[in-house]
């Protein structure tokens, strides 16, 4: 988390120091999760062992997110996000939302589509009936921005988020770590 705080804090004053030479982009995405089926599965297993009753959930792996990115004439770009954010309730309770901090490159500036890359931190905020902690992990990304020139952007993305959670796991007797966000496909607007 103290890593975190550092690139974050590293992160706005690279855009304090560069605001003028640059554009400010805020956009919203929808992505879909593929860790977040693992933590439905030990919910529910666990919530069977401990209340020696079936539990029934219907999971849709999709969070929305909120990011706001400054981009800088050379094409480096500077990301802050939040979200996806991911949440279980009913019998069993989970949040989660993870905070990132990434440094990038548009490929094609000035052109209409630009593929990018990016990389930086995660971190999440979790909470939840069998959460024992959560460790920060690295946030890679490739994309492709399309309508750069046409007032609303939009894009395509598939990242991978190496941060993790530790789980109490009743059928193990002991706790699990799972990859929460490992994978993740989203599309999103910029404005």
Known sequence: MKLFRIALITAALLLAGNANA?????????????????????????????????????????????????????????????????????DVEHTEIPLSATIGYMFSREGDTSPYIRIGIVDHSVSGDYVESSDSGMLTAIGVEFGRNQGLNWGIELSVDDSSVEFEDFTKSGNTEIDTYDRQLTLFFLF
């Open 22 to 90: 640059g554009d400010w982009d805020f956009g919203v995405g929808v992505s879909y999760v593929t860790g977040i089926s693992d933590v439905v599965d030990l919910y529910e297993d666990n919530f069977e062992i401990e209340e020696s009753d079936d539990v029934e959930t219907f999971t849709i792996p999709i969070g929305a997110s909120f990011v706001a990115r400054f981009q800088a004439e050379s094409g480096i770009t500077v990301n802050i996000g939040v979200g996806p954010a991911f949440i279980i309730a009913g």
